[in-house]
């Protein structure tokens, strides 16, 4: 049986090995889109634009987020017990106090957003507020702070700029074939066999890196949230806590209007209600969140 501590060890390892090939993937990807196009600049400049956009989304994505939340700032006076919950929780874990933020829906959730601890803020549904216990409430504040000292919103970051790298070149490959790139290469140059063969592959690889991109995504997001599950539960030293909690928000059929596609993955359950239960790997595959069912059996198997 696996204690928090070891828990919490394999699936920071399992994150960066994902890391790791993600990185060797774009050197590959970038390599035979070069070489197909025979030239660099196309690669640097798309670079350096993902760069650009990631970095305009790390420093304002917090506010854009909560923006489109429709999230409220709430202080010690606002929601004394809240308030008094992350305190002492952030007390637990070494991290200066977040701001607390109010989303007015009946839905039970929560995400946490900011680009580091220092400028962290954790957001609550009302719904959340009303419906958990205390202990549960508990387990859920500790999970999002747990994403916080964990720095998963700059590796978020660093996983958006990698993805839009592939994406951009990818379609920019596409672009490029589809306007005659690949035969006036071949036609101009000897040897335009091997080069015909290196074209066909990078076009292959253009259709099929964004699919690949967005599983380690995926893949790395489902990962951040079983670390933040152990983390959580080694932080209130309490796993049965966080477990009951997913179990009341997973079955509260209640969907979270607030919610959209881009910020899905930031709350501690999906806010999109599923009533299908049933799901292949392919389905797992393309999921933000873990399966609820695993999450609350990797809680409960965890001894404190």
């Not at 696996?2 to 090995?17: G, I």
């Not at 997001?221 to 030293?237: C, I, N, Q, Y």
């Not at 969140?289 to 059996?297: M, Q, T, Y």
Request: with cysteine.
């Amino acid at each position: 049986m696996p204690t928090l501590y070891t828990h919490s060890d394999l699936n920071k390892r399992k994150t960066w090995l994902l890391m790791s090939v993600f990185f060797v993937s774009i050197i590959l990807i970038g390599y035979i889109f070069s070489a197909a196009m025979e030239s660099s600049g196309i690669l640097y400049f798309a670079v350096g634009l993902s760069i650009v956009m990631s970095f305009v989304s790390y420093w304002w994505s917090d506010k854009i987020v909560l923006a489109m939340s429709d999230a409220k700032p709430i202080d010690h006076d606002t929601n004394r017990e809240l308030y008094h919950i992350v305190e002492n929780l952030c007390i637990a874990a070494g991290l200066p106090t977040p701001k607390i933020y109010i989303i007015n829906d009946t839905a039970p959730n929560a995400f946490a957003t900011g680009r580091d601890p220092e400028h962290a803020v954790v957001a609550v549904t009302a719904g959340l507020l009303q419906k958990l216990e205390k202990s549960e409430l508990e387990g859920v504040i500790a999970h999002e702070l747990s994403h916080i000292g964990n720095r998963d919103i700059l590796l978020s970051t660093i996983v958006t700029v990698l993805v839009g790298v592939i994406v951009l070149l990818a379609d920019w490959f596409r672009r490029w074939t589809f306007w005659g790139g690949g035969r006036k290469r071949g036609n101009d140059r000897e040897g335009g066999q091997l080069q015909l063969i290196i074209i066909i592959a990078a076009v292959v690889l253009s259709i099929l890196a964004p699919i690949f991109a967005y599983l380690m995504q995926f893949a790395i997001s489902r990962k951040r949230e079983f670390l933040a599950d152990a983390d959580g539960a080694l932080l209130t030293r309490y796993p049965d806590g966080l477990a009951r909690a997913l179990e009341k928000i997973s079955a509260d059929q209640e969907p979270l209007e607030v919610a959209n596609r881009a910020t899905a993955h930031l709350y501690i359950a999906s806010p999109f209600k599923d009533k299908n239960k049933k799901r292949g790997f392919f389905t797992k595959a393309f999921m933000t969140h873990p399966p609820v069912e695993e999450r609350i059996a990797a809680l409960r198997d965890l001894k404190v």
